[in-house]
T-cell receptor, first 111, second 116 residues
Framework: KNQVEQSPQSLIILEGKNCTLQ??????????LRWYKQDTGRGPVSLTI?????NTKSNGRYTATLDADTKQSSLHITASQLSDSASYIC??????????FGDGTTLTVKP | GAGVSQSPRYKVAKRGQDVALRCDPI?????LFWYQQALGQGPEFLTY????????KSGLPSDRFFAERPEGSVSTLKIQRTQQEDSAVYLC??????????????FGEGSRLTVL
């Protein structure tokens, strides 16, 4: 069983709308959590990193949250654009040096 | 180049053939990783190099998979006697620092392997 679970598996929204992607993890000992964006046919690109003490962090229209107690993170996308269509992957890193990737949420933004 | 470069971008192999996938990391990056990504799934760890030393190869699925980074820069992932289940995108990533759990990974665009 994957120790990083993402939901939903896929999502379709209209341009301009907001959406929230979820990441639940059981990986430990926790070091940090990163959200990556992967465009079709490309490698993943880091959007943001969340450490244990951080609850919320914004990067433009992207806002990530982390609840280390419940082991949950979310990525909120505001005012979506067509270029936001991609797979969003949650990666949890441990103090032991392991990175565990979720299977991603595929977001499609339609005009 | 400015980013991680992988070649070939696409490779079609007949079952039983050997293939070699190349990764040129960002210049000066100490750490290099190989991942396997099946369609619709996240990347799965294969192996990790710190300079020329292969510190972790626990993710290699079988002894048909072999990776090297002899001079601490370019890396090659070799798959012998390819099988259909080897069909996937193979991603290479690098980062400037030591340690497998810190820092942003910089990914290449991947090599898509199709085994017929």
């Amino acid at each position: 069983k994957n120790q990083v679970e993402q939901s939903p598996q896929s999502l379709i929204i209209l341009e301009g709308k907001n959406c929230t992607l979820q990441c639940n993890y059981t990986v430990s000992p926790f070091s940090n959590l990163r959200w990556y964006k992967q465009d079709t046919g490309r490698g993943p690109v880091s959007l943001t990193i969340m450490t244990f003490s951080e609850n919320t962090k914004s990067n433009g229209r992207y806002t990530a949250t982390l609840d280390a107690d419940t082991k949950q993170s979310s990525l909120h996308i505001t005012a979506s654009q067509l270029s936001d269509s991609a797979s969003y992957i949650c990666v949890v890193n441990t103090n032991a040096g392991k990175s565990t990737f979720g299977d991603g949420t595929t977001l499609t933004v339609k005009p | 180049g400015a980013g991680v470069s992988q070649s070939p971008r696409y490779k079609v192999a007949k079952r039983g053939q050997d293939v070699a996938l190349r990764c040129d990391p960002i210049s000066g990056h100490v750490s290099l990783f190989w991942y396997q990504q099946a369609l619709g799934q996240g990347p799965e760890f294969l192996t990790y190099f710190q300079n020329e030393a292969q510190l972790d190869k626990s993710g290699l699925p079988s002894d048909r998979f072999f990776a090297e980074r002899p001079e601490g820069s370019v890396s090659t992932l070799k798959i012998q006697r390819t099988q259909q289940e080897d069909s996937a995108v193979y991603l290479c990533a690098s980062k400037p620092d030591r340690g497998a759990n810190t820092g942003e990974l910089f990914f290449g665009e991947g090599s898509r392997l199709t085994v017929l």
